[in-house]
C-alpha cells in the first residue's frame, strides 16, 4: 500500500539508536531516550505492559507490512480458524530475519532484559538473562529451542483473535512486543488489543489497550515468594471495519 494513503499521525518517538551529532546534542539525546526508557519500565512494574509510541516511523511500517506477500521470507502460515484461534492469519518469519525486523529486536532486547532480571530476582528465581539477544538465541538453541518466533498478522473485516499466549519452549523470555502497523481510525476501526490476567481469589481484570506500540508481560512477580505471578493472555476485538486490509507484527 503507498505511505501516502496510511495517513498516520507522527508522534513523538522513542528511539532505540542514536544519531545526534555532537557531544552536548548527543547527551541530550541520550538523556531523553533513558528518560523514556525509564518510563517503560515504571509501567511495566505498575500496571505490566507499557506503550512505545513512534517506535517505528510510518515508512518503516510500509516497509514491513509489503513484506507479508513474499513467501520466501516464511517459515509457517497458519489460518487462525483452522485451528480454533479466532479468524485472520499470520506468518511466521524464517531465518535469517529481514533487517528491520532482525534490527528492532537486537536493539530494543537490552532495554527490556534488565526488567526481566530485576522481576526474576524480586521473585527470588535464579534465572538471569544475558544482556544481549544473540547470547539469549544462543541459550534457546542449546536447549533445543531454534525456531525464530518473529510473526506477522493479518487481519480483514469481522477477524479477532481469542485470547492466548505465545510460549515455545521451557525457556521463555517474560516480554513481548507487539506492533501494530496501521492506524486506527484511518486504515480500520475495532481490533483493540484485549489483556485479561487471573489474580488468586479474586475476578479476572481486563484491560483493553488502544494498541499503538506496546510491550506486555507473560509474567512477572507478584507478592508471593519464589514466584512470578498470573500472567497475561492477550487477544483482538473483532475487526469492525479495514479501510485498508494491513498486517501487525508481533513476538519480538
Known sequence: ???????????????????????????????????????V??????????????????????????????????????????HGFGRGEYQYFADPLPPRVADLRRDVYPKLSGVANAWAERSGLERRFPGTHADLRAECAAAGQSRPTPLLLKYGPGDYNCLHQDLYGDLVFPLQLAILLSQPGD?????????????????????????????????????????????????????????????SGERG
Not at 495517513?7 to 541520550?30: F, I, M, N, Q, Y
Open 1 to 39: 500500500m503507498p505511505s501516502h494513503l496510511a495517513r498516520r499521525r507522527r508522534p513523538g518517538r522513542l528511539r532505540v539508536g542514536l544519531a545526534a551529532k555532537g557531544s552536548a546534542a548527543r547527551a541530550r539525546t541520550e538523556d531523553a531516550v533513558n528518560a523514556a526508557w525509564e518510563r
Open 41 to 82: 519500565h515504571q509501567e511495566l512494574d505498575a500496571q505490566g505492559y507499557a506503550r512505545i509510541p513512534g517506535l517505528l516511523s510510518a515508512a518503516a511500517c510500509d516497509e514491513v507490512v509489503a513484506l507479508y506477500g513474499d513467501a520466501a521470507l516464511f517459515r509457517s502460515r497458519v489460518v487462525m480458524g483452522r
Open 187 to 247: 486504515d480500520f476501526e475495532g481490533g483493540e488489543l484485549v489483556l485479561t490476567t487471573q489474580r488468586p481469589r479474586m475476578q479476572s481484570r481486563v484491560d483493553v489497550v488502544p494498541l499503538a506500540r506496546i510491550i506486555h508481560w507473560t509474567s512477572r512477580p507478584v507478592s508471593q515468594p519464589r514466584e512470578l505471578g498470573p500472567a497475561f493472555q492477550h487477544g483482538h476485538a473483532r475487526l469492525e471495519l479495514a479501510i485498508f486490509e494491513r498486517a
